[in-house]
């Protein structure tokens, strides 16, 4: 795994190790961190579902005298009361205390099923693709600008996009707003297929009992 930092150049890479016959190496990680001109200047070793450590190296990748490991990371302790081995972070955004004001609570970011109702909704949005690039239609990110960047990667060469501030600037409207978030998604939807508008209204609000009814009717 290659993370990159796009400011300075310098970048993390790290090897996942194979698993052996009995378990040997199983869950272990190891690697360094490079600066722009290529060079280790930390190993960084351990497991990734216990901790990860890191240490000064030098030029070959040795640890520097004087020097010793220290735990950077390790994996918290599993949620009280935790039922699905979620992350203290999945159990955030599908907690209705830390819900945004006025989010209607049939939202479906708000239900342990929402992996499910989002694999479905990437099948149609690979079907909205096609249809726009077969229009010629060019697609732009609501939150995120294009720009005139390329950051190499391990997969080629990728655009780069940057944050533009305006989900911010969206939820703010909102809060400050007496209209709720599915007026304001009703705005936003003026573009979309009908058919398919429909179907995103029905998956993020409508109750699980009738969703199947009427999806499939």
Not at 42 to 64: A, F, H, R, V
Not at 101 to 108: F, N, P, Q, T, V
Not at 112 to 137: S, V, Y
């Amino acid at each position: 795994m290659i993370m990159t930092n796009l400011t300075t150049g310098d970048k993390a890479v790290l090897y996942f190790q194979p698993s052996g016959w009995f378990g040997a190496g199983r869950y272990e990680i190891d690697g360094y961190v490079y600066n722009a001109a290529e060079e280790p200047k930390i190993l960084m070793t351990g497991k990734w579902n216990e901790s990860m450590s890191y240490q000064p190296c030098d030029s070959d990748g040795e640890p520097l005298p004087g020097s010793e490991l220290k735990k950077s990371w390790r994996v918290a302790d599993a949620p009280k009361n935790d039922k699905f081995q979620y992350t203290y972070f999945a159990h955030k955004i599908n907690s209705f205390d830390t819900t945004p004001k006025k989010l209607l609570a049939s939202d479906s970011h708000l239900r342990p099923r929402q992996i499910c109702t989002r694999a479905g909704l990437e099948e149609r949005q690979r079907a909205e693709k096609k249809n726009r690039e077969e229009r010629g239609h060019k697609f732009t990110p609501k939150w995120f600008d294009f720009t005139d960047e390329v950051a190499a990667t391990p997969w080629g060469d990728l655009e780069v996009y940057q944050y533009n501030g305006k989900y911010s600037e969206y939820w703010a409207a909102i809060n400050s707003s007496s209209s709720t978030v599915m007026e304001s998604m009703l705005s936003g939807l003026n573009s979309i297929h009908s058919s398919t508008k429909i179907w995103l209204l029905i998956k993020a609000y409508a109750p699980p009992h009738l969703q199947t009814h009427w999806l499939h009717a």
